[in-house]
């Protein structure tokens, strides 16, 4: 087997992986039975390239697809909005810090430059001229 039919092999089995969302444990079983399935094709038909495997085993996506039709739905992992919740968590707190950030610079940036005034009040005298 060659180092980029193996290099290839990885990264099929990582798209299928990546497709898969359940239960780790579960993921992990069906991955490494896969590889011991692929395994058994390559040594009994010498393919020369991740096209013949995939010929014979599918696309990743529909790979993943039909493991997940086949499995029992409760198996599927609900963390995965967790994840997202997460994710716009971290996203919006960015986009806060990165409005504020920009505020008081261009806060800092018009007082330095004086086109705002500090104190926006501003005292007028009259002063009546004797006579």
């Known amino acids: 087997m060659t180092k980029q039919l193996l290099f290839d092999l990885d ?3 990582n798209e299928i ?3 898969i969302i359940c239960k780790t444990k579960i993921k992990t079983e069906f991955i ?3 590889k011991e399935k ?3 094709f390559i040594e009994e038909n010498q393919p020369t390239s991740v ?3 995939i010929v014979h085993f599918g696309q990743p996506e529909e790979i993943a697809r039909n493991f997940l039709e086949a499995i029992d739905p409760s198996h599927i992992r609900k963390s995965m909005n967790w994840k997202k919740v997460l994710l716009t968590g971290i996203i919006l707190a960015i ?3 990165a409005i504020y950030l920009t505020i008081s610079f261009l806060d800092g ?3 330095a430059t004086g ?3 500090e104190n926006p009040f501003i005292e007028y005298t009259i002063e009546e001229n004797g006579g």
Request: no cysteine; hydrophobic share 45%; aromatic share 12%.
């Open 11 to 13: 990264s099929y089995y």
């Open 17 to 19: 992986s990546n497709a």
């Open 32 to 34: 490494t039975d896969l």
């Open 38 to 40: 692929v395994a058994e």
């Open 51 to 53: 096209d013949d495997i």
């Open 95 to 97: 986009l806060m810090l």
């Open 109 to 111: 940036h018009k007082i």
């Open 115 to 117: 086109y705002a005034a």
